[in-house]
Every structure is written in C-alpha cells, then in structure tokens.
C-alpha cells in the first residue's frame, strides 16, 4: 500500500477549522480565566498566610506578655530571695486574677478553631491583664496601650 499525501484520515474536516475559528475568542478567554482564576487562589492563599501569621504574631506578644507578668508576679509572691521588707503584700483578690490570666493563657486556642471567638478570648486576657496592673499600680499596663490592636 503507497502512502498518499491526501488521506482522507490525516485531512481535517472543514466544520472542525470554522468551528475552530468561531470559537477561538472563547477558548482564549476559557483559558486566560482557569489561568487567572489559579493564580488568583495561590495569591490569595500568600496573602492569607502573611496576614494571619503577622495578626497571631501581634496576639502572641500580648498572651506572652500577660502570661508573663502574671508569672513573674505569682514567682515573687512565693519567693524566699526577697527580703520581708521588700515583699509586697498582695491581696486575695490580685492573687486569683494572677492565677486567672496564667489559666486563661494556657486554655487560649492554639489551632484555629471555628467554635472558639479568639477575639473575645484575647480581649478577656488581655483585660484581666489591665485589671492585675491597675491593682498593684504597675507600669505594664501602659505597655499594653501601645500594642497595636485589630
């Protein structure tokens, strides 16, 4: 069998090439939107990152602080290094706000979670945190003020 330069096989049909170019502006514009579409989700998922990575970077510094301060404090409650006259004596009441802030911290969501209000959560932190200040008149409540909030 000779092999034929016209073959009905290798010849396109016509109504495939009009189709072809009727159609040609909706298979570029199909195809410049799957390429958008895809990079818009991979740039969106970029974006997404850096903005909850800097926002738990911001909540993070202030649970850090909160549980800190807390700690430091509850530690020079119960430290025998002080002399007695330089122990200051707290009541009752800091005494369980401190240990409050130190269980709120510790029960604050480490994974993002869609039943637990992370804002409400911090909020509450971060009031006990001002409240603690304010009872025994220290500085760190100021500290605070300056935190940049969302």
């Not at 073959?7 to 298979?27: G, K, R, T």
């Not at 909540?59 to 807390?70: D, R, V």
């Not at 700690?71 to 706000?97: F, Q, Y």
């Amino acid at each position: 069998m000779a092999f034929s330069p016209v073959s009905p096989e290798l010849e396109p049909d016509i109504n495939d090439i009009f189709d072809c170019i009727a159609l040609s502006e909706e298979n570029v514009v199909a195809s410049a939107y799957s390429e958008g579409f895809a990079k818009g989700i991979e740039d969106g998922d970029i974006e997404g990152f850096h903005l909850g990575y800097h926002k738990g970077s911001e909540i993070g510094h202030e649970l850090g602080l909160s549980l800190g301060t807390a700690t430091a404090w509850i530690t020079l409650l119960g430290g025998d290094h002080l002399s007695n006259n330089s122990k200051k004596v707290l009541n009752e009441k800091t005494v369980k706000i401190l240990n409050r802030i130190v269980e709120e911290v510790e029960a604050f969501p480490s994974e993002n979670c869609s039943s637990v209000n992370v804002s409400q959560e911090r909020d509450k932190i971060i009031a006990l945190h001002k409240r603690v200040c304010s009872l025994l008149k220290s500085k760190d409540n100021k500290t605070m003020k300056n935190l940049p909030s969302f």
